[in-house]
């Protein structure tokens, strides 16, 4: 049924490539539906934790873009970007940025 069934380097290339496309999709779901007048839009954020020790950090490809921070909802410090998740009351998801730590 499945032919080929990419690694994890492969899945993540795809899924990257396909983000355009996936937001694009919802967005559109979003516009055809009565959600998307809605005039309350919900956040919630979380912090996507990469490291905690010096180590990882400096030998991370997100140096540079993602940064140390006190997450004030988890109590602790961590290194890594915020996830922002921005939806209407019934759930629908409008989007999703990234910000740097200490955002939440």
């Known amino acids: 049924?499945?032919?080929?069934?990419?690694?994890?380097?492969?899945?993540?290339?795809?899924?990257?490539?396909?983000?355009?496309?996936?937001k694009r999709v919802i967005r559109e779901l979003a516009a055809d539906t009565a959600f998307w007048v809605d005039d309350v839009w919900?956040?919630?954020?979380?912090?996507?934790?990469?490291g905690r020790s010096g180590p990882p950090v400096k030998r991370s490809d997100l140096a540079g873009w993602a940064g140390y921070g006190f997450c004030r909802s988890?109590?602790?410090?961590?290194?890594?970007?915020?996830?922002?998740?921005?939806?209407?009351?019934a759930g629908m998801p409008i989007t999703w940025p990234t910000t740097g730590p200490g955002y939440c």
Request: charged share 15%; hydrophobic share 35%; glycine share 4%.
């Open 1 to 22: 049924m499945f032919p080929y069934l990419p690694q994890q380097s492969g899945y993540s290339k795809r899924l990257r490539m396909a983000l355009p496309l996936i």
């Open 74 to 89: 988890h109590s602790r410090f961590c290194w890594g970007p915020h996830l922002f998740l921005v939806c209407t009351p």
């Open 42 to 50: 919900i956040t919630d954020s979380t912090p996507v934790e990469c």
